[in-house]
């Protein structure tokens, strides 16, 4: 069955440093993608940034990363230069038949 | 361009009542899909829909949910009777149809329900 873990419930990090986000993941399909989405504490879901399961590179967008280590199959979200405005939930999710599978998340603090 | 709109931001209402919400997604967008968000349960789909028709519907938690679809701009989710366990955000999101590539989902604000 299709799952994502995300193990870290909150994480801090000091401004202007990097942070990973962990995020696992099961599945037997061959042909997936895996989101990542941040929800701050306004309540709105932002997408982030996508990987395909058969893209070779590492996504990136702007200071989002994801470091995809298909083997072990991780996905996991890396901030670099952490804002104070990056203080929200973080949620990893795999799609599965046009579905999105959530993981429950990870709550990032910046301190500044 | 306006993104998924939805309305209301906020309802109250009392147990047994009847509470509509409503939803207009991104114009073009085939995918349309209907969350629910709480502590306990995180988020979970409820209904989606492709080109108003809906396919699965095996997230609505009992037959106190309705989801329809009449049309491409439109949808609507309905708890009839209310009971306080549903009280949660509901978020709607619509997703383009790409072949392949990503198919990230483009999510309203939400409503925020709480029955008394």
């Known amino acids: 069955a299709q799952k994502i873990t995300q193990t870290q419930p909150g994480m801090f990090v000091q401004e202007k440093e990097a942070v990973t986000l962990d995020c696992t993941y099961d599945t037997s399909d061959q042909s997936y993608g895996l989101f990542w989405y941040k929800q701050p504490s306004s309540g709105e879901m932002i997408f982030l940034i996508y990987?395909?399961?058969?893209d070779e590179q590492n996504a990136t967008e702007g200071r989002y990363s994801l470091n995809f280590q298909k083997a072990r199959k991780s996905a996991n979200l890396v901030i670099s230069a952490s804002q104070l405005g990056d203080s929200a939930m973080y949620f990893c999710?795999?799609?599965?038949?046009?579905?999105?599978?959530w993981g429950l998340g990870t709550s990032l603090a910046v301190n500044p | 361009d306006a993104g998924v709109i939805q309305s209301p931001r906020h309802e109250v209402t009392e147990m047994g009542q009847e509470v509509t919400l409503r939803c207009k997604p991104i114009?073009?967008?085939?995918?349309l899909f209907w969350y629910r968000q709480t502590m306990m349960r995180g988020l979970e789909l409820l209904i989606y829909?492709?080109?108003?028709?809906?396919?699965?519907d095996s997230g609505m938690p009992e037959d106190r949910f309705s989801a329809k679809m009449p049309n491409a701009s439109f949808s609507t989710l309905k708890i009839q009777p209310s009971e306080p366990r549903d009280s949660a955000v509901y978020f709607c999101a619509s997703s383009p149809r790409r072949t392949s590539g990503a198919n990230e989902q483009f999510f309203g604000p939400g409503t925020r329900l709480t029955v008394l």
């Open positions: 829909f492709n080109n108003n028709v809906p396919i699965d």
């Open positions: 999710a795999m799609s599965y038949n046009r579905k999105l599978i």
């Open positions: 990987q395909g399961s058969y």
């Open positions: 114009s073009g967008h085939d995918y």
